[in-house]
C-alpha cells in the first residue's frame, strides 16, 4: 500500500516524518504542497487536511495531519522496532515527552519561525517584533533544562530511541542559523543531537 506523505522540504514537521521513515526504511511517495504558493489552500487538499498545512500522510483513505501522530503511526507500523515504547510505561513516557513538546517548547520555537521567517520573508510583513521573541526566547530557556536534565542519564529522551527523539531532535537542527539560539550550553542536549545526527540519514533526509 502506498503512503504518501504531502510535503515541503523546508518545513521541519515534515522533516521529522521523513527521518523517521529512513530509520525505519519505510518509502514515502512525497506530493510538495507549498503553503507559500497556497497549495496547501485548494479545496482538495484541505479535503484532506482542513488546517492546509503540512506534513499531512495519506494512506488507503486516510489522512492524517500533525506530525506527532503521524510519527506514532509509522513507527507502530513495525512494532518489532518499539519506537513507540516497549510496554504501557514507556509509551506513557513517550507521550508525555510528546505532549510537553508540542505544547512547550515547539510552541515556543514555531512563535519564533513565524515572527522570523515566516513574516518577513513569505508574507512581506517587518516581524522581528522584540518583545514577541523575547518572549519565545524566554519560554525556550525555561524547558531546554528540563530535557538536558533528562537526557542527563539516557541516550535518548526516555532511554531507549523513541519517536519523541524524531518529534524532538530535528527541530534543533536549523536552530542557531535561522532562529538565533544554541543548545551547546546544554551539554546533555547537545551530545544527544550528535547521537542523532550520526545516523546516516540525518543529513540529506
Ligand atoms: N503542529 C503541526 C504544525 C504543522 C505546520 O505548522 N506546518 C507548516 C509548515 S512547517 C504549514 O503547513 N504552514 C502553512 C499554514 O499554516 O498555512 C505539526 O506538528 O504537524
Given at each position: ?28 511517495n512525497t506530493v510538495v504542497k507549498d503553503p ?12 484532506k487536511n482542513p488546517n492546509g498545512r503540512v ?151
Amino acid at each position: 500500500m502506498t503512503i504518501t506523505l504531502y510535503d515541503i522540504k523546508e518545513s521541519p514537521h515534515c522533516r521529522k516524518v521523513r527521518l523517521l521513515a529512513a530509520e525505519l526504511g519505510i518509502k514515502l511517495n512525497t506530493v510538495v504542497k507549498d503553503p507559500r504558493t497556497l497549495e496547501t489552500r485548494s479545496s482538495d487538499f484541505l479535503a484532506k487536511n482542513p488546517n492546509g498545512r503540512v506534513p499531512t500522510l495519506e494512506e488507503n483513505g486516510l489522512y492524517l495531519w500533525e506530525s506527532p501522530a503521524i510519527l506514532k503511526y509509522l513507527a507502530a507500523k513495525v512494532p518489532e522496532r518499539g519506537l513507540c515504547g516497549k510496554d504501557a510505561r514507556t509509551q506513557a513516557l513517550v507521550d508525555q515527552w510528546l505532549f510537553w513538546w508540542a505544547s512547550g517548547p515547539e510552541a515556543a520555537i514555531d512563535m519564533l519561525g513565524w515572527e522570523m521567517i515566516i513574516k518577513p520573508m513569505v508574507l512581506n510583513e517587518p516581524g522581528k517584533d522584540p518583545a514577541v521573541m523575547n518572549e519565545a526566547y524566554a519560554r525556550i530557556n525555561r524547558y531546554l533544562p528540563v530535557l538536558d536534565k533528562q537526557l542527563e542519564s539516557r541516550d535518548y529522551v526516555v532511554g531507549p530511541l523513541s519517536v519523541a527523539d524524531f518529534a524532538i531532535g530535528p527541530r534543533f537542527d536549523r536552530a542557531p542559523e535561522l532562529l538565533k539560539f544554541d543548545v551547546a550550553p546544554y551539554k546533555n542536549i547537545a551530545a544527544w543531537l550528535a547521537r542523532l545526527r550520526a545516523r546516516p540519514y540525518w543529513q540529506n533526509a
